[in-house]
């Protein structure tokens, strides 16, 4: 069974950095993209940043203070997030579809979620 588990996230001031990581375990053949999404209470889940093989993407919203990233060799995600802005708070969840056998379907599968939380 696959499982994708996030740590990082807490609490920060204004201005201030975290760092986010997710890790895929499980029967793995292929993952093509990792990605970043955030929620707020009341809204919809938004895609903000994502990684697939030489490119990566971002929302205008965070580009150039979020940077994602991928250790392959690990099924790892990461996400270092600089520049905190107090509307960056949100439930950060990682997402990833899954290949679990050779030339078998994609599946898509989300982390636990975990709290960012901007405030001074």
């Known amino acids: 069974q696959v499982q994708l588990v996030e740590s990082g996230g807490g609490s920060v001031e204004p201005g201030g950095s975290l760092r986010l990581s997710c890790t895929a375990s499980?029967?793995?053949?292929?993952?093509?993209?990792m990605a970043w999404y955030r929620q707020t209470p009341g809204k919809q889940r938004e895609l903000f940043a994502s990684a697939r093989s030489g490119s990566t993407n971002y929302a205008d919203s965070v580009k150039g203070r979020f940077t994602i990233s991928r250790d392959n060799a690990k099924n790892t995600v990461y996400l270092q997030m600089n520049n905190l802005k107090p509307e960056d708070t949100a439930v950060y969840y990682c997402?990833?579809?899954?290949?679990?056998?050779?030339?078998?379907?994609?599946?898509?599968?989300w982390g636990q979620g975990t709290q960012v939380t901007v405030s001074s």
């Open positions: 499980g029967s793995i053949v292929a993952i093509p993209v």
């Open positions: 997402y990833a579809p899954i290949q679990t056998r050779i030339l078998g379907p994609v599946t898509s599968y």
